[in-house]
């Protein structure tokens, strides 16, 4: 057995271009007696000499030197990458004809110490039981937090695109895949080469994040030119040499390959030599007639290098000697794709598979399918009358189709939601919410009166409670305890309001716990759905996070778009019920019904954003009290909330007290009553029409209408104000949650 000494000098005997570092190589191996060596392996085609010989002889003296060495096959990045058109079926049969060149280069795949691991099995196994995957997606979704768009777009060149190239939202999820396989597969090495180097650069940093002592030691390795001058294309056959050339294809390309005399540098001849040849043979041997000096063995490189730069070895005598070292490699390869049928037809599957790259991304015109159907206050606004005597004269599909409608301030499709209506006895609704602090009361009223009319019509709501999503965009700190405490509140609030939940219509579902449970199903969706959207187009989709800046967007908020968009299939919604804010990731799922010629799309139901109480404040914000009335708050914050809320005389348009009335009140009493303090007259208003037109003419005064405003909110928040007061376990769920800090 080699001993300390000898292991490290065997390493480094590779020629590695970068080793980082040294230091940190001699003390691994100092105390751990058998490390583990992590190289990978995107199956996307024919594979090249430097690919296969390269491995080869990594592995081998890596085995030799005492480590547990770990290939990846990397199909589910071959996939993500779009090689292959995405086809997994052939990305294996690559895979498959790997494993046999490696074979046939006398990798030992039986030894101990070796392991090839598939991605496809380890990540998105077709069964749960003996799988990983709860630590390696919420590892992922951890390092993509750490990790700005900008500092990984630095690492996109490795994929093999230039800057000009249109990134795909999949680029981002790969490089952040690619990072957590090395903490997941517990490599103390990683081997790659320089193009990649930069991807274990970010696993470097992120254990500089997370405060982790031993970082892994990275061995980056030359990347071979092409044979011709000027070329890099892996799809251009005489580009580079492969794995299944024959004996003349070689002779070919070597003959034909850019060998300056004297130049040593950008040399591919003389790299194939350095890294390829002397490696395998540890010598190269030149045969020539006595008039050009004679035979004549090398047994280094710098002395070759020598020889060459001074003109004493001619390409003319280089090239043969390259040619010859070359094929005498690949001949064990090819008798054995040549005496084996099975492996043969592998060999000849792999030929007919056409190279890609990225697929261009489909131009989806906005107008083709987002056909914006606002609602018109006459019809929609949810007035006693409709409720009462409209309604009741209605037929069934016509009551369902108006109470479901009446969510939404825009639909898309009317014509679908009406078909879905009559054809679907019990569609699915989707709801959800990120928990991220104390409640406001357009969460908690406006989602209770919506999840109740989905349910009088027929529907079943899945309220997805994204405790992931929250952490993902760092609510709270990303600490997904307290996130998943909030959860629990809000449920308890929407319990307290009179949420229907006693007919098992409405189910909620904790969105780590599910997507952990059924990952397999999942992840692929997810993977999927970035590898069909461009970078940019997914960006347009951030401000549902409340993002908009690309300069401060982390890789986490390029997932958030692709999940939510998941979502929606994993639930198997029929109805998107979501704010306006977040209409963008709906019609996002519409867009990919488009790309994968699904015809029943997601009908999307977006409700309106309640404006906060202050003037210019778009929305309420939970990092601004005075912004919203929080559903705990006491009467006497209420009643100060609202007496110093913007309320400008004769103004209806952007009067968030009217809006409240509108959205709030309205909907849940059926009417608004006010108490006139000028002359005692009381008013009950059946429509928000007729309450905005006295509004507007100063017939009802701002301090009018701020005191009956105060009061029915006040009402519908005593139920609430009772429960916490009175529950125990629920009041002690509202003390942890005041106690957090609200984190954008």
């Excluded at 290939?71 to 079926?89: E, H, R, S, T």
């Excluded at 294309?233 to 492969?242: E, G």
């Excluded at 809320?645 to 348009?653: G, I, Q």
Aim: proline residues 4%; negative net charge; charged residues 30%.
């Amino acid at each position: 057995m080699a001993n300390l000494e000898e292991k490290i000098k065997m390493i480094l005997a590779n020629d590695w271009e970068e080793c980082c570092s040294q230091d940190e190589l001699l003390n691994l191996f100092s105390n751990k007696s058998q490390p583990v060596f992590l190289d990978r392996f995107e199956p996307s085609g024919k594979i090249t000499l430097a690919q296969g010989v390269v491995k080869a002889i990594n592995v081998k003296k890596m085995i030799a030197a005492g480590c547990e060495v770990k290939v990846w096959m990397a199909d589910v990045f071959a996939q993500l990458n779009n090689k292959l058109g995405g086809d997994m079926n052939k990305i294996k049969v690559v895979g498959k004809y790997f494993v046999e060149v490696f074979k046939a280069l006398g990798v030992n795949m039986e030894d101990e110490k070796f392991k090839l691991l598939w991605a496809s099995e380890e990540l998105l196994p077709p069964k749960e039981s003996g799988s990983r995957l709860n630590e390696y997606w919420p590892l992922v979704l951890n390092i993509a937090r750490a990790n700005t768009v900008s500092g990984v777009e630095r690492c996109i060149r490795r994929m093999g695109l230039c800057e000009h190239d249109e990134l795909n939202a999949s680029h981002v999820v790969y490089i952040i895949m690619q990072c957590a396989d090395i903490f997941f597969l517990e490599a103390d090495i990683c081997q790659t080469g320089m193009d990649q180097t930069e991807v274990n650069v970010l696993a470097r940093e992120y254990c500089e994040k997370i405060e982790r002592k031993n970082k892994p030691v990275t061995l980056s390795h030359h990347v071979i030119s092409a044979l011709q001058q000027g070329q890099e294309k892996k799809n251009d056959p005489s580009s580079f040499i492969f794995m299944d050339d024959e004996e003349a294809d070689v002779n070919v390309k070597i003959k034909k390959a850019y060998c300056p005399p004297i130049v040593v540098n950008e040399n591919p001849c003389l790299e194939y030599i350095r890294f390829i040849i002397f490696p395998w043979f540890n010598e190269f041997v030149v045969e020539r007639g006595e008039e050009n000096g004679g035979n004549k063995t090398f047994i280094s490189y710098e002395e070759l290098i020598s020889d060459y730069e001074s003109g004493r070895l001619h390409p003319g005598d280089l090239k043969p000697a390259l040619t010859k070292a070359i094929n005498k490699i690949l001949q064990p390869v090819r008798e054995h794709f040549k005496k084996d049928a099975t492996v043969r037809d592998l060999l000849k599957r792999v030929k007919s598979y056409k190279v890609t790259k990225d697929l261009p991304m489909e131009k989806i015109p906005a107008a083709s399918d987002i056909e914006s159907l606002s609602v018109d206050s006459e019809d929609h606004e949810l007035s006693s009358e409709l409720l009462s005597n409209g309604l009741n004269e209605m037929s069934i599909e016509e009551r369902k189709f108006n109470t479901v409608r009446s969510i939404g301030e825009e639909c898309i499709k009317v014509d679908e939601l009406k078909n879905l209506l009559k054809m679907k006895p019990e569609p699915i609704a989707y709801d959800g919410f990120e928990p991220s602090g104390r409640m406001h009361v357009a969460q908690g009223i406006l989602k209770a009166i919506n999840v109740n009319k989905l349910t009088s019509a027929d529907c079943k709501v899945k309220i997805w409670v994204a405790d992931w999503f929250a952490q993902l965009n760092n609510k709270l700190g990303g600490d997904l305890s307290k996130i998943q405490t909030v959860g629990e509140y809000f449920v308890e609030i929407w319990k307290a309001l009179g949420m229907k939940l006693e007919e098992g219509k409405v189910e909620f579902l904790l969105s780590s716990e599910a997507i952990n449970t059924r990952s397999n199903e999942y992840w692929p969706l997810v993977l999927d759905i970035a590898r069909k959207n461009t970078l940019s187009r997914i960006i347009k989709c951030c401000q549902i996070m409340g993002r908009s800046d690309k300069d401060q967007l982390t890789a986490a908020q390029i997932f958030y778009p692709c999940m939510q968009c998941a979502d929606i299939f994993f639930l198997k919604a029929d109805i998107c019920q979501l704010g306006m804010d977040q209409r963008k990731v709906n019609v996002l799922a519409r867009e990919y019904c488009l790309k994968i010629k699904r015809k029943n799309k997601p009908i999307i139901l977006s409700h309106h954003m309640i404006p906060g109480l202050q003037q210019g404040q778009e929305k309420m914000s939970k990092s601004d009290p005075s912004s919203a009335i929080y559903m705990e708050d006491e009467e006497e914050s209420v009643n100060m909330k609202i007496q110093k809320a913007h309320c400008p005389p004769n103004v209806v348009s952007g009067n968030p007290c009217l809006e409240y009335i509108k959205y709030i009140i309205f909907p849940w009493f059926s009417e608004f009553r006010i108490s006139r303090s000028q002359n005692d007259d009381n008013r009950i208003y059946h429509s928000f029409k007729a309450l905005g037109a006295d509004y507007e003419s100063g017939e009802v005064q701002p301090s009018d209408l701020k005191h009956a405003l105060s009061k029915a909110l006040n009402q519908i928040l005593q139920p609430v104000r009772d429960h916490f007061e009175n529950d125990q376990d629920a009041k002690n769920l509202l003390a942890r949650v005041k106690s957090y800090q609200v984190t954008r």
